[in-house]
């Protein structure tokens, strides 16, 4: 094979070496222009942008947050706590330090009470903080802190709001939310007295996101809310609340109300609504949140009182009126009004009207009336609208105009069907037959307090309207009297002092029209003592099974709160109580 010559490698031509040169100062003014543009850099970073620097490395290490204000306290009208606060822990993660997310899941999650997937799903990505429970009881942050995830988890420390006293006076207090907020009762009603205003502060976090500790500002402090006294009395309440839900569970009623109130100021001392709830655990049931004290119902025979208040302060009928009761009455639109029991009262006075509980003479009472005139004074003696007491939810009930009424609802309304009024309405209209014939507005809170103990706002009993005379109230209230000594409601009777008093029993609306068989509430109004009134009291019985009287349902729970409710509150007894005649147990 033969070989090639080899190439020869003489001196490069010129021409290459001034390519090479310029390739060399090319590259050379790119390096230095690189390197002045670097030092421009770090003399602006060092310079004009360090403060925009320093700005953004803080921001990403602290925050602005919310400094919540303690809230305010709740107490009775005898300085009784009823609601208060707690120091809380509340359990968060941190998902950028969790390397594992399902190994956390497994220790976290029972301890919590949570599903490990839901904790799983918390945990995922790079955050520095995310939620896992708000305040949780202190054996369940201590099982936590012992599972040593410092880096992976952390507690802030919240309050929390805890009710004493448990399921007392839960539907006038109702309840606050996880953060503190009013959601019903007088928490809703004076959330901006209660809430405080909150402050400010700077929190600052370390790379994993861990509060540290030394490095908060507080920019402004939070300003606690003001304490709020109520008019209850823890004791009146608790007895009240016990002898109505007595009453529900003797007669396997569907509920019961009750309402203790001050006839002249509208101070109310008890509000019952049964069944109850844990304000401390308000998830339980949200049926048991209805305040059945602020809730529309038929009357029945108790508004019969209003009835006849009507037609003597209009003069339709006076004082010595009599009236013919066969045990029916037949009415416009082909119906019968009946007597419970099938009496026959024969000729009544207007007393009897309301001490018998006669069906007939009401409703040829109504009928006298008519519906114009009727309407008006219902009105005016506050039913059809809302009596403005301080809790939220309050129904105004049903009083229909009289162009929507009908030849025979003059008659039907006078016994207490086709209206609907709340408890409230019956007690606030009975106290005006006991101080005077002034409607007054029922309130539960008596006065807020800065957190000074400075009385900020006193709840009071202005606005008091005059709907009756003195003469037509006080001659209605001496005719309830005779129920409670010779009349339907003689278990009422409260040994030592004067009962004024009206029973009633309403069949229960269809809401298909009619009415539902076998469906009744029973109630009981009073005011005790009737020679010197102090409080009116309603009990209502909703549903009761066996027996569904008033007389016999309501009325015994009426003397059972009152008896206790004048001894709690020192009413000395009346010069003269009237001895109890016979029973009658009706309507």
Known sequence: MSRLPSS?????????????????????????????????????????????????????????VTVPASRGRIYDRAGRELASNVVRDSVYAVPRAIRDPGQFARQVAPVLGLPPEWVVDRVRGDGYFVWLA???PPEVASRLRRLRLQDQLGFEQEEKRVYPAGPLAAHVLGFTGVDNQGLAGVELRYEEDLRGRPGRAVRVRDALGREILEGRQNLSPPRPGADLVLALDSVVQHVAEREVQRAVEHYRARGGAAVVMDVHTGELLAVVSVPGFDPNRFRDSPEAWRNRALEAYEPGSTLKL??????????VIGPQSRFLCQGALRIPGGYTIREAHGEVHG????????????NVASAQVGATLGPDLLHRSLARFGFGHATGVDLPGESPGLLRPPSAWSATDPYVVAIGQGVAVTPLQLVRFVSALANGGYLVRPH??????????????????????????????????????EVVTDGTGTAAAVEGYRVAGKTGTAQKPSPSGGYQPGRYVASFVGVVPS???????LVVVDEPRGAYY????????????????????????????PQVLRGRGGD
């Open 8 to 64: 020869s490698r003489g001196p490069a031509p010129p021409q290459v070496w001034a390519l090479s040169r310029r390739r060399i100062r090319g590259v050379a003014v790119v390096w230095l222009a690189c390197l002045v543009a670097l030092a421009a850099r770090v003399a602006y970073l060092q310079t004009v942008g360090s403060e925009k620097l320093r700005e953004l490395g803080w921001r990403q290490q602290a925050e602005t």
């Open 134 to 136: 708000r305040q949780v």
């Open 306 to 315: 209003a009835i006849l208040a009507a037609a003597l302060q209009a003069g």
């Open 347 to 358: 000729r009544v006075g207007v007393a009897d009207v309301v001490r018998l509980s006669c």
């Open 444 to 481: 539960v809170a008596l006065a807020v307090r800065d957190p000074e103990g400075r009385l900020r706002r006193v709840q009071g009993a202005e606005n008091k309207v005059r709907v009756l005379s003195p003469s037509v109230a006080g001659a209605l209230l001496r005719m309830m009297e």
């Open 531 to 537: 020679d010197r009134p102090r409080l009116a009291i």
């Open 550 to 577: 008033g007389g016999v349902v309501a009325a015994p729970v009426f003397s059972r709160i009152a008896s206790q409710a004048l001894w709690v509150l020192g009413v000395p007894p009346s010069d003269s109580s």
